[in-house]
């Protein structure tokens, strides 16, 4: 086959150099060759006002892969240098090329060479015990810091990082094996279980979703399907102890209206943001909600020696689930849809929802599904009146779910039911439990709450602002809510009682403001959930970034207004 002298002179130049070669450049015709046309290697053309944002991003991507390739080039030539000076060897090799667009290995490992650089800084710099941190709060602060490095850079499971960051603390003898254990077998991993098996078997009867298809069959306008869409939501999270577990349970309802609206594209987009954001806002109604609040609750209960339970919980979370959920559902409908599309009439047909669905909505419940209402009714009445008798949350928990798998009264077999338990989210809830828990035994978390800066003139105003801020705030470093739990409650407890404040309730706002992780589709499981289904219109993360300019300011202000004059009138007051 016979070449161009332009073919032969390009040859070893990747397409990105042909496309960005001398624009002067023409291929001649190559005679002889029968079929080929002159190839010529015309300008590269201007982009045109149209097209401009996507070639800037595009030339902005490359100059970004280009600039962390260089970065990383540095940092390894910096470390070998540092190396080979006390070694005469290089430990590092430096590659010779980048495949571009493809800058992973090179973050990869500057994230590496970061988290060593972060941890070796701090173990330097974190004084001894003349300076009032204890050789065991040091210890632990060292190795918390490789945990929450873990966890923000990724690349490792969570419950790997956890479990490894727990089995140091043991063997260096902060934490104690039998205590270890315990916490991995404790009531509030029983409390659990039974909370998922019992849900498990509301589930298989088709009860939430009949409820749901239902209520939101009878909306007529947009507001109104979406306000029920929210009540619903919000009601599931005194049944469903797992915000990924409801995401999954509201997605075919989700998917019945997405087809019954099928013409109606920005109200379609809106629900699939309405459900997640809903789900996220309302799990602080209940204890059981998200494993965060388990762990604020035993923090709280280990520092004062009196915790929050799931009765009082209730009363002041549900309030604020429903009051915050139903702000954001405006806040949704009014960035995702216009003003026509809120104010159309609804036509949804509740027989072809129902069908969507795969529910029936017509007729008596039957008879599993009144078994699976009164057994979940009963667990919900023994937790709230857990103070009135002596039976513990967890043990009532265990009892609901023993009913539900029942012969002849149950709904669901137990082997199936245990299969919808979560295992590594109850073992990375434990390992950060243990975690907080040391922080605040070996005296960390006292000397990390001496370093914050004095509230000025003692104002509850103030250093309520800086915990909801922060709280609200911390989704961006850490996804998990466990994780944020585990990283702010154990400083704000000592840190409310110097400023002479009730650390029950900072430790409960932050958890409620904590509960804010809608930025990002990575943020939160039930946003990653809902923004990428198939064939179905859905968000993307620049909607996501509009609600949050909205959403987060709007939630820090509830959250400020309840504990101020909200949840002081309900029992728990800012001040002793």
């Excluded at 109604?285 to 520092?303: E, K, N, P, Y």
């Excluded at 857990?386 to 265990?398: C, D, E, I, K, R």
């Excluded at 798998?405 to 989210?425: D, F, I, M, N």
Aim: aromatic share 6%; glycine share 10%; proline share 6%.
């Amino acid at each position: 086959m016979v070449r161009s002298d332009l073919d032969t002179a390009l040859v070893g130049r990747g397409p990105q150099e042909v496309a960005e070669g001398d624009d002067s450049v023409q291929t001649p015709h190559t005679p002889g060759v029968p079929g080929r046309r002159p190839a010529v290697l015309r300008p590269k053309a201007r982009s045109t006002p149209a097209e401009g944002p996507q070639y800037s991003g595009r030339r902005a991507t490359a100059k970004l892969s280009k600039l962390s390739f260089a970065v990383h080039q540095g940092l390894i030539a910096w470390f070998n240098a540092v190396y080979m000076a006390d070694t005469g060897t290089t430990l590092l090799m430096q590659r010779t090329s980048v495949q571009p667009g493809r800058p992973r290995d090179a973050f990869r490992a500057t994230r590496l060479l970061a988290a060593v650089g972060v941890l070796s800084v701090v173990a330097v710099v974190l004084p001894g015990p003349d300076a009032g941190l204890p050789t065991e709060g040091r210890l632990t602060l060292v190795v918390f810091t490789a945990a929450v490095l873990g966890w923000v850079l990724g690349g490792l499971d969570d419950t790997f990082v956890g479990l490894v960051a727990v089995v140091a603390l043991t063997v260096a003898g902060v934490l104690d094996p039998a205590q270890v254990f315990a916490s991995l077998g404790g009531d509030i991993v029983w409390l659990l279980i039974g909370a998922f098996v019992m849900a498990a078997g509301l589930s298989a009867t088709g009860l939430p979703a009949r409820i749901a298809v239902g209520l939101a069959a009878r909306a007529r306008t947009v507001r109104q399907l979406a306000h029920l869409c929210t009540a619903v939501v919000v009601g599931s999270a005194l049944v469903v102890p797992s915000t990924a577990g409801r995401a999954a349970l509201a997605m075919p309802v989700f998917l019945a209206l997405a087809r019954g609206l099928a013409g109606r594209t920005r109200v379609v987009r809106a629900l699939a943001v309405l459900f997640p954001t809903v789900i996220l806002l309302s799990a602080v109604a209940t204890l059981t909600g998200a494993g965060a609040h388990l762990i604020t609750d035993q923090l709280v209960t280990a520092a004062t020696g009196d915790g929050i339970g799931y009765g009082r919980w209730l009363l002041l979370g549900l309030p604020f689930a429903v009051v915050s959920s139903h702000v954001a559902a405006e806040v949704v409908l009014a960035v995702m849809c216009r003003r026509t599309d809120r104010r159309t009439a609804l036509c949804l047909d509740r027989a072809d929802v129902a069908d969507a669905a795969g529910v029936t909505v017509d007729g008596a419940m039957s008879w599993p599904q009144r078994r699976a209402l009164v057994i979940t009714g009963l667990a919900v009445v023994g937790w709230c009146t857990s103070g009135l008798h002596s039976v513990p949350t967890a043990l009532v928990a265990l009892i609901a779910g023993l009913a539900m798998c029942a012969p002849r009264v149950g709904t669901v077999e137990l082997s199936k039911a245990l299969g919808t338990v979560p295992w590594p989210l109850l073992m990375f809830m434990a390992t950060t439990m243990l975690l907080g828990t040391a922080l605040n035994s070996s005296g960390a978390a006292g000397w990390l709450a001496g370093l914050l800066p004095a509230n000025p003139g003692g104002s509850l105003v103030w250093f309520l602002a800086v915990v909801v801020g922060v709280s609200v705030a911390a989704h961006l470093v850490l996804q998990s809510r466990s994780a944020r739990s585990a990283v702010l409650v154990p400083v704000l407890i000592p840190a409310a009682v110097a400023a002479g404040l009730n650390p029950a309730a900072i430790a409960f706002a932050s958890t409620a403001a904590a509960g804010f992780c809608h930025t990002l589709p990575a943020s939160a499981k039930p946003m990653a959930v809902f923004a990428t289904v198939d064939d179905v219109p859905t968000f993307g993360k620049a909607d996501l970034a509009r609600l949050s300019v909205l959403l987060a300011p709007l939630l820090a202000v509830l959250v400020i207004a309840f504990a101020l004059w909200v949840w002081p009138h309900l029992g728990l007051p800012l001040q002793h």
